[in-house]
């Protein structure tokens, strides 16, 4: 074949020197030139590859869908960086780099392309390593208090008793449970989730414990319930808080005879799973209003984990932003890099009512509108720019004094810690005495005492 | 018996992990050749050996795949023969003709491969004049 142009020796000597892997492609896509990186990176020797479509030499996952010498030579504008997985000649599947440009002649028209790559594997292997010190199980947090949730995880997990799990909504409560069951010894049983606040009380009677035929009208034949389904396994009850006072009747009994009936069935089966509430209110202050039965609440209340909102642990918003940035990247196909510093900024200064949950959508939605590059402010849902936080996001606003800034600064970290004076002077690395001087100073109002003391964990 | 291939615009598709559609065809009693179209389910290996299992493909002849996927695919039960190139019809008729271990069918650098891994070299009769089937 008729090569797109000649390579010195020297060329080559330099060529073959670069430890990213080269290649250039004329203009039927077929391979011209392949140095010695190339090689050692796709296992396939330069005298196979020459003359080859570039798409069977390097044999990666984006080919034949959205090849990047394709778009290149459509844009004219050259990739760089773009993180594709090849499978090598010996079958490996590893992560490669790539960029791409034009090749031109002297008198500027294009005659191919030109791709290099380098392999990320170790790259990968430790960015792997780094966030596997902040995860468990598939919970990522570099927060003390959830760590501090990771130690005690293994042991209550072997332990078999039943588990209150509070927290708000979207704090991973179902992920917590998950966790408790894969790292028990029922771990081989089923993990089976009845979200008991979306079911009316007759239904969730029924979905818990099954039926008989002819219990009712439309039973026509036995159905087995939750409890039945979730056998040498775990039944995670969520949100028990919202069950009405009969159905903790109910509950209480099987789990203080670990026996139950089906509907229609006059005969006890016996209930061989372990349980693990969920709830997003205090469940001690549904005893004290009444609402829930205090015999209930001790039952299910063997071993409590109560879940930080997010708000309380934004030290993992960059790691999970990131977490789920690779996801969207990973089901959509995409390669979003990051997110720019200025909509970090604006993450950082929202409240998230709705906790990882919330995040997780705000960065799904930031896929649809960001289509290259980073996720920038624009991208993310108008509620981030309000007033309050656009000049932290990077758009114009008024240019707040220094002692309006400070107030901020402070009554954030507080609401952080609790309202803790203690735990916020120490974070901040000052004496108490000052803290306490510079709330006064700012005319900071901090909460009553009764919401101050209440746990924030 | 019947054989999946993978494809892309007529071609064995480069990459396994990475086709969306398949060409399954199916030898019947009588000698009649049905051949029919099928998306490839699952994005993991496993999920992608499960959904052929279950359609009852005997012969995989696909592009390169990754080990793992290799892995699970030969423990399905399923005969695998990787690193395939060309177009479907010609693929098809060099398998059935017994010729398909030839230079050309195979992606650059990776005959050796593909034949330790599919173990296509221990094929000894046309696998669509079986009885098997």
């Known amino acids: 074949m008729k090569p797109i142009f000649s390579m010195t020796r020297t060329e080559n000597i330099i060529l073959d020197s670069i430890a990213d892997g080269v290649f250039t492609v004329d203009r039927d896509w077929r391979i011209t030139t392949f140095n010695r990186a190339a090689e050692q990176i796709t296992g396939v020797s330069r005298g196979d590859a020459i003359g080859q479509p570039c798409k069977e030499v390097l044999k990666a996952d984006i080919c034949e869908k959205t090849c990047l010498l394709r778009q290149t030579q459509e844009t004219g504008r050259p990739i760089v960086n773009r993180t594709v997985r090849i499978i ?12 791409t440009a034009i090749l031109k002649d002297e008198s500027g028209n294009a005659i191919g392309a030109v791709e290099t790559f380098r392999d990320i594997s170790v790259e990968e292997k430790l960015r792997k390593k780094i966030q596997g010190r902040y995860s468990f199980e598939d919970i990522l947090s570099k927060n003390p208090r959830m760590q501090q949730l990771f130690d005690i995880l293994p042991d209550l997990a072997a332990s078999g008793s039943t588990v209150l799990l509070e927290g708000e909504s979207g704090t991973g409560k179902e992920l917590f449970a998950r966790a408790i069951h894969n790292l028990s010894s029922r771990k081989s049983g089923p993990f089976i989730a009845v979200n008991c606040g979306a079911l009316p009380d007759t239904l969730l009677e029924s979905e818990l414990f099954g039926y008989k035929a002819g219990a009712f009208t439309d039973a026509k034949r036995d159905k087995p319930g939750r409890f039945r389904r979730a056998e040498k396994g775990t039944l995670f009850l969520d949100e028990i808080g919202d069950i009405s006072p009969a159905m903790q009747v109910r509950l209480l009994r099987v789990l203080q005879e670990r026996t139950y009936e089906p509907l229609g069935s006059v005969e006890s089966v016996p209930a061989d799973a372990r349980i693990i509430a969920a709830t997003n209110r205090r469940l001690e202050d549904l005893v004290h209003e009444g609402k829930f039965r205090e015999d209930l609440y001790y039952r299910i209340n063997v071993v409590r984990l109560v879940l930080p909102p997010l708000r309380e642990r934004m030290e993992d918003l960059p790691l999970l932003a990131d977490h789920f940035i690779r996801h969207m990247n990973a089901v959509q196909n995409k390669d979003i890099p990051g997110i720019s510093d200025d909509a970090m900024a604006c993450l950082m200064s929202h409240e998230f009512p709705g906790n990882i949950r919330e995040l997780e959508n705000v960065i799904e939605r930031s896929f649809i509108l960001c289509k290259s590059g980073p996720i920038l402010p624009q991208h993310l849902p108008e509620f981030l720019w309000t007033r309050e936080t656009d000049e932290l996001c990077g758009l114009p606003a008024e240019t707040p004094t220094i002692k309006q800034m400070e107030a901020s600064f402070l009554i954030s970290v507080l609401r952080r810690n609790g309202w803790s004076r203690m735990k916020t002077a120490s974070q901040l690395g000052i004496h108490k005495s000052t803290l306490f001087r510079k709330i006064r100073a700012l005319g900071i109002q901090l909460p009553d005492r009764k919401e101050r003391d209440k746990p924030v964990a | 018996m019947k ?50 299992k279950d359609l009852g493909i005997d012969v995989l002849i696909c592009g390169a795949l990754s080990r793992s996927a290799a892995h699970r695919v030969e423990a399905a039960g399923i005969r695998l023969i990787p690193f395939v190139r060309g177009p479907v019809e010609e693929v098809i008729d060099a398998f059935r003709e017994d010729r398909l271990d030839g230079e050309r069918y195979f992606l650059p650098g990776c005959r050796a491969m ?14 669509l004049e079986g009885s098997d089937s």
């Open chain 1, 88 to 99: 090598t000649a010996s079958g490996h599947r590893i992560p490669v780099s790539i960029s």
């Open chain 2, 114 to 127: 593909a034949q330790n891994q599919g173990k296509l070299c221990r094929r000894r009769r046309n696998p």
């Open chain 2, 3 to 52: 054989i999946a291939v993978p494809f892309w615009n007529g071609h064995v598709a480069t990459v396994f992990e990475a086709a969306d559609e398949m060409v399954v065809i199916e030898n019947l009693p009588e000698g009649d050749r049905v051949q029919r179209m099928e998306f490839l389910k699952g994005s993991s290996p496993l999920d992608r050996a499960v959904h052929l």
